[in-house]
């Protein structure tokens, strides 16, 4: 369960980098059928076309790895995802729930609008004996990247308090998505009797204050 919802949120990410930011589950079939026919009508090219503007992404910076040189893909290896906070911390957050060891979930790679790549990966904590977990994605990108992808994520969206930058993604306040150094970092909790919102501006502020 939670990592169909990891994957479902890198899919989304994926999309926004790409796409200049579509809503989840969305779609419009119109944009999609004009997609197919402009595709249709002209021969596959790697000219500056498909990248918007050939004065801001030259041939030597085609390859995405190439945005490392305007500022990286981060300080931070998003495969230690696992690495940021202990079991221990989590299960403290949750008010002392058991926590079964936690799992690492690797993730593609995401395009970011400001033409760098962020590198993904996610951790997924599961409670031993209820139906409690908190995951927690970084993608690790430089801190332009991280914040084009905040300001994507949280148009009009209340601010957290956490981090550089926050949201709650949720009117619920079981998700928080916020910018840490160069780092967007989603936080996201399902919990039956324990206050999601205190439990995520915990963790929120434990990551933070291990990335920012």
Request: proline letters at 4%; a negative charge; aromatic letters at 6%.
């Amino acid at each position: 369960m939670n990592r169909t919802r990891i994957v479902i949120t890198a899919i989304c990410l994926l999309a926004f980098g790409a796409m200049g930011f579509v809503a989840c589950g969305g779609g419009d079939d119109d944009d999609a059928d004009t997609n197919a026919d402009t595709a249709t009508e002209q021969p596959q090219d790697n000219s500056a076309d498909d990248a918007g503007d050939p004065t801001d992404a030259p041939d030597e910076t085609a390859d995405p790895k190439d945005a490392s040189s305007d500022g990286g893909s981060g300080d931070f290896d998003a495969s230690e995802a696992c690495s940021i906070l202990s079991k221990e911390e989590v299960e403290s957050a949750f008010g002392g729930v058991s926590m079964l060891e936690p799992e690492y979930i690797p993730l593609p790679d995401v395009p970011v609008s400001d033409g760098s790549t962020a590198t993904v990966g996610s951790c997924s904590y599961t409670a031993a004996e209820t139906p409690d977990s908190f995951s927690l994605t970084v993608y690790a990108a430089n801190e332009e990247g991280a914040q084009a992808l905040f300001d994507q994520a949280c148009i009009n969206r209340d601010s957290a308090g956490v981090g550089n930058d926050s949201c709650w993604y949720s009117e619920a306040h079981t998700e928080i998505q916020m910018v840490s150094g160069g780092n967007f970092v989603d936080l996201f909790v399902t919990t039956v009797d324990g206050d999601s919102e205190a439990i995520l501006l915990t963790l929120a502020d434990s990551v933070a204050g291990q990335l920012g």
